[in-house]
């Protein structure tokens, strides 16, 4: 079970690391919902999705010897990868054989957002 101290923890260790993405709103979506909605712009998050936070701080947690491998064609392999480099750690990211041609990269590469 995650705990309040938990989260604080992780907070505090992705403190300067991982963006503040902001919240807004929209007129247009309040109307068609019918009620006021608020969005985390979490696209605007380095590697482009929330799930930098989370790739971060369990990376961050293992020991300094620790080496790392993902099994993910999408955000998850961008944040894994980019997290691992700013830590100094190897990743290995294995991607399904059905991945987008686009989602391939012919070398490997780190992604630098």
């Known amino acids: ?4 101290e ?3 923890a992780a ?3 992705l403190e300067g690391i991982a963006h503040r993405t902001p919240v807004v709103t929209s007129r247009t979506l309040d109307a068609l919902a019918g009620g006021r909605l608020f969005l985390k712009a ?3 998050q380095r590697g ?8 971060y701080t369990k990376i961050a947690s293992l020991p300094p010897d620790r080496d790392v491998a993902a099994f993910s064609s999408g955000n998850h392999a961008q944040a894994v ?3 691992s ?3 100094g750690r190897r990743a290995t990211i294995l991607m399904p054989r059905v991945a987008l041609r686009s989602r391939k990269a012919s070398r490997p590469m ?4």
């Open 1 to 4: 079970m995650i705990s309040a």
């Open 6 to 8: 938990d989260v604080r």
């Open 11 to 13: 907070g505090e260790t």
């Open 42 to 44: 979490e696209n605007l």
């Open 48 to 55: 482009g999705a929330f799930k930098f936070r989370g790739a």
């Open 81 to 83: 990868a980019l997290a």
């Open 85 to 87: 480099s700013l830590l």
């Open 110 to 113: 780190c992604p630098g957002s």
